[in-house]
């Protein structure tokens, strides 16, 4: 991996990249155990599998449907303050609902509206990440990687991690667990010296230009993303993915393996599919295509593999080896696809665009596992699995056949050779080298 040395530029594995990088391992950590501790706490006080499913999408429609406006808002002030305040709600938000589960006076709607809560100060924080990977790190790639290998592993040990909190301590445990990452994570945030980025009108100015510059913003964020066809193209088909392939797959692929094989089965499958996707993050760590979207789209023809292991029945081994195989050619795409965001998008507008990324790649998940029902009702669950097999060398193909995607030659971002001056905004002292 190239360092940067003798040239002046920063490191991926500078103190404050690895400030960052603790700070966003912590959080994912925290997040994999949510799941859990809302199924668990609210069975517990007699609700069902809707009122839990009720919980969590108040959070994911709270995110998916601001998350636009948090990039304009990103663009336009301190992203590491955004960052900072939105982990400062989510621990307030996750110590109150652990107070809500001890004292055993447990409301549903309570529960959601701290959710939806959640769900906005995500918005707030998520479009910041590219932004800050981007100016933490020259090599942009090998920093991906080093994130996306720590969600597989907070992916894996989350769950687990939380089911021991349930057994041991309670659900408010859990959700003890889960705020304390939160302050974590803020904490590493504060102690981050970010080189300063050029910037437009903040502050007082930002605030005389009121409304009409929100929306000025909201309306350039949107002709930058309509300006690049790589973009929108990747995005675009990424709808069909979700609706045809991801969508369906996640809820069919934990029934059938549940009902045919155990919960522990699917646990090992599960498995299985962290550490596919650890090795697809060393992977991209190590290769460095000149065609990142090209090389990318190869992995998107992986995963292929793990809903066609389930739908054609193979057993145990060969889904977990199909779960492993889709693991990696998913983290692979994904470091690749992050990268190219990050590297091809002007700083200025990079926050907003990432955002519309977010909200794009989302949008159509819930579509497609709400047809995951009724497709598996008239066509057999076996059956859908085995088409969003098949769909997945469609969507790979799609990527491949669009000449703008397949032809992206990979860009590095800019670089800053020695200190630069800070801004009072930022509140950052000058990168030391």
């Given at each position: 991996?190239?360092r940067?040395?003798g040239?002046g530029?920063?490191p991926?594995?500078?103190?404050?990249?690895?400030l960052?990088?603790?700070?966003?391992?912590?959080?994912?950590?925290?997040?994999?155990?949510?799941?859990?501790?809302?199924?668990?706490?609210?069975?517990?006080?007699?609700?069902?599998?809707g009122?839990?499913?009720?919980a969590?999408?108040s959070?994911?429609?709270?995110f998916?449907?601001?998350?636009?406006?948090?990039?304009?808002?990103?663009?336009?002030?301190?992203?590491?303050?955004?960052?900072?305040?939105?982990?400062?709600?989510?621990?307030?938000?996750?110590?109150l609902a652990?107070?809500?589960?001890?004292?055993?006076?447990?409301?549903?709607?309570q529960?959601c509206?701290i959710?939806?809560?959640?769900?906005?100060?995500?918005?707030?924080?998520?479009?910041?990440?590219?932004?800050?990977?981007r100016?933490?790190?020259?090599d942009?790639?090998?920093?991906?990687?080093?994130?996306?290998?720590?969600e597989?592993?907070?992916?894996l040990?989350?769950?687990?991690?939380?089911?021991?909190?349930?057994?041991?301590?309670?659900?408010?445990?859990?959700?003890?667990a889960?705020?304390?990452?939160y302050a974590i994570?803020?904490?590493c945030?504060l102690?981050?010296?970010?080189?300063?980025r050029?910037?437009?009108?903040?502050?007082?100015?930002?605030a005389?230009r009121?409304?009409r510059a929100f929306?000025?913003?909201?309306?350039?964020?949107?002709?930058?993303?309509?300006?690049?066809?790589?973009?929108?193209?990747?995005?675009?088909v990424?709808?069909?993915?979700?609706?045809t392939?991801?969508?369906p797959?996640?809820p069919?692929?934990?029934t059938?393996?549940?009902?045919?094989?155990?919960?522990?089965?699917?646990?090992?499958?599960?498995?299985?599919?962290?550490?596919?996707?650890?090795?697809?993050?060393?992977?991209?760590?190590?290769?460095r295509?000149r065609r990142?979207?090209?090389?990318?789209?190869?992995?998107?023809?992986?995963?292929?593999?793990?809903?066609v292991?389930?739908?054609a029945?193979?057993?145990?081994?060969?889904?977990?080896?199909?779960?492993?195989?889709?693991?990696?050619?998913?983290?692979?795409?994904?470091?690749?696809?992050?990268?190219?965001?990050?590297?091809?998008?002007?700083?200025?507008?990079?926050?907003?665009i990432?955002?519309?990324?977010?909200?794009?790649?989302?949008?159509?998940?819930?579509?497609?596992?709400?047809?995951?029902?009724?497709?598996?009702?008239?066509?057999?669950?076996?059956r859908?699995?085995?088409?969003?097999g098949?769909?997945?060398?469609?969507v790979?193909?799609?990527?491949?056949?669009t000449?703008?995607?397949?032809?992206?030659?990979?860009a590095?971002?800019?670089?800053?050779?020695?200190?630069?001056?800070?801004t009072?905004?930022?509140?950052?002292r000058?990168?030391?080298?």
């Amino acid at each position: 991996m190239d360092r940067g040395k003798g040239t002046g530029q920063r490191p991926v594995w500078s103190r404050d990249f690895a400030l960052f990088f603790v700070a966003r391992a912590v959080a994912q950590l925290g997040d994999t155990m949510l799941p859990v501790a809302l199924a668990a706490g609210l069975l517990q006080h007699g609700y069902g599998a809707g009122a839990v499913g009720l919980a969590l999408a108040s959070t994911s429609a709270a995110f998916a449907g601001l998350i636009v406006f948090g990039g304009v808002i990103a663009d336009r002030f301190s992203t590491r303050r955004l960052m900072i305040g939105a982990d400062l709600v989510r621990l307030c938000t996750q110590a109150l609902a652990a107070a809500l589960f001890f004292s055993g006076h447990v409301v549903l709607w309570q529960i959601c509206a701290i959710g939806f809560v959640n769900g906005v100060a995500g918005a707030v924080f998520q479009p910041g990440v590219a932004g800050t990977v981007r100016r933490l790190a020259t090599d942009v790639q090998g920093a991906n990687g080093a994130i996306r290998i720590a969600e597989a592993v907070a992916q894996l040990s989350g769950p687990a991690l939380a089911g021991v909190l349930v057994g041991f301590a309670s659900p408010g445990g859990v959700f003890t667990a889960h705020a304390t990452t939160y302050a974590i994570s803020a904490l590493c945030l504060l102690l981050l010296r970010l080189p300063v980025r050029s910037r437009r009108p903040s502050g007082s100015d930002a605030a005389l230009r009121g409304a009409r510059a929100f929306r000025a913003d909201l309306v350039e964020g949107w002709r930058e993303f309509r300006a690049r066809t790589w973009l929108w193209g990747v995005i675009a088909v990424w709808c069909l993915y979700m609706i045809t392939v991801w969508g369906p797959s996640v809820p069919l692929v934990v029934t059938e393996v549940v009902q045919q094989h155990g919960a522990r089965s699917y646990g090992l499958i599960n498995s299985a599919l962290g550490a596919g996707t650890v090795a697809g993050g060393l992977l991209a760590l190590r290769l460095r295509p000149r065609r990142m979207l090209r090389a990318g789209s190869m992995g998107v023809f992986a995963f292929a593999a793990f809903p066609v292991a389930v739908g054609a029945e193979l057993g145990v081994p060969a889904m977990a080896a199909g779960a492993a195989v889709a693991g990696a050619g998913m983290a692979f795409w994904s470091v690749m696809w992050a990268t190219s965001v990050q590297t091809q998008v002007p700083a200025d507008v990079l926050n907003r665009i990432h955002a519309y990324d977010v909200a794009g790649s989302l949008a159509m998940m819930p579509v497609g596992q709400s047809l995951a029902g009724p497709a598996a009702a008239a066509l057999g669950a076996d059956r859908v699995l085995l088409i969003a097999g098949v769909m997945s060398f469609v969507v790979a193909g799609a990527l491949l056949s669009t000449r703008s995607i397949r032809d992206l030659v990979r860009a590095d971002a800019p670089t800053t050779p020695g200190p630069a001056p800070v801004t009072a905004d930022e509140c950052v002292r000058p990168e030391r080298h």
